[in-house]
């Protein structure tokens, strides 16, 4: 079945610094969803997006739908420690379709 | 109170036994999904309920039985089950067709 391939898995940064990931497909998405884990709990969305080109933000997140229409992007700025756990990218190829997700990128913001 | 609630946090459970996990949604949300999660592995999806009917199940074991009586409520029933289904299941919930999806704080299973 379709993937996702997120990258990169995993990025130990110093706080303050910027972070950048991004996920591509194989195939054209329809809707970019952008979701954090934190250590034990369920997925909390982040940032959705649903147009070619759509640029969102969400406080000091900022997310990109690609205009391939294939990719997604999504920056952190200024990071700091709560910032760590798991960001998940997840797709939907055609309303009613399943969502796609990616493997996950690990994010550890050293103080 | 939370969207997505799921009921018990933590299970630990022999191979001989029976138990349920308990999933609720407060969201007005018609379609409500089981995943498992692993570690190094991305999400899988077990089951999609539809207002309230199975539409979808994704090659699962038959050890796992689901149940959706509303569609506010699905539940995973568990029997027989296998050191490797140890994992954190999630549920989560949407309105049908749309992308979006939100999930539960899920439940860390462990099977011994």
């Keep these: 079945g379709q993937q996702l391939n997120q990258s990169p898995q995993s990025m130990f940064i110093q706080e303050g610094e910027d972070v950048s990931m991004n996920c591509t497909s194989s195939s054209i998405f329809n809707t970019w969803l952008w979701y954090k884990q934190d250590p034990g709990e369920g997925p909390v969305l982040l940032i959705a997006l649903y147009k070619a080109g759509e640029l969102t933000s969400n406080g000091r997140l900022t997310a990109q739908f690609g205009t391939t229409r294939k990719d997604s992007f999504l920056n952190i700025s200024a990071s700091i420690p709560s910032d760590v756990g798991i960001y998940f990218c997840a797709g939907q190829e055609t309303s009613g379709s399943r969502l796609t997700f990616g493997e996950g990128t690990q994010l550890t913001v050293n103080p | 109170e939370t969207g997505v609630t799921q009921t018990p946090r933590h ?34 999806l077990m089951f999609v309920y539809s207002l309230e009917e199975r539409v979808e199940n994704n090659s699962v ?34 309105q049908w067709g749309a992308g979006v999806a939100f999930f539960g704080q899920g439940t860390r299973l462990t099977v011994v």
């Design chain 2, 61 to 94: 074991p038959s050890r796992f039985s689901p149940e959706c009586p509303n569609s506010s409520h699905l539940f995973l029933h568990l029997h027989t089950l296998q050191p490797e289904d140890s994992a954190l299941y999630l549920c989560a919930s949407s």
């Design chain 2, 11 to 44: 299970l630990v459970m022999g191979m001989t036994n029976k138990k349920s996990l308990k999933c609720e949604q407060h969201l007005g949300h018609n379609a409500m999904y089981w995943y498992k999660q692993s570690a190094k592995k991305p999400l899988e």
